[in-house]
């Protein structure tokens, strides 16, 4: 007979993590929101995490999406040129949410 320690039902569960592009933090994913680089190489919020593509993922705090955004971060992360329309759509994104402490 196995001891409660060791039973299956038991196990602490392990809250997948990703890293934020904008600021390098180690975050709980579901904290994070999920950019993607689409099929279509358009580079897009992706808030329901479920969109095909290569994922990238930012904290929902705007200071990591101007960092993320004005060092480039984002593109070398998803290996992508972002265009225009693309961060416009990003940087409106980014400002409907709240601006974290300035680093
Ligand atoms: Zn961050």
Redesign the pocket.
Same mark, same amino acid.
């Given at each position: 007979m196995p001891d409660a320690a060791t039973r299956p039902g038991l196990r602490p569960r392990r809250v997948p993590q990703r890293t $934020?592009?904008? $600021?390098?933090?180690v #975050?709980a994913k579901r904290e994070l929101i999920r950019i993607v680089r689409g099929l279509d190489g358009v580079v897009r919020p992706d808030p329901t995490g479920k969109a095909a593509g290569r994922g990238a993922y930012?904290?929902a705090?705007r #200071? $990591?999406w101007d #960092?993320?955004l004005k060092k480039k971060k984002l593109e070398r992360s998803l290996n992508v040129a972002i265009l225009p329309e693309g961060r416009e759509a990003l940087v409106a994104y980014a400002q409907e949410l709240p601006a974290g402490a300035p680093a």
């Open positions: $934020c592009v904008g $600021c390098s933090s #975050t930012l904290r705090d #200071t $990591c #960092t993320a």
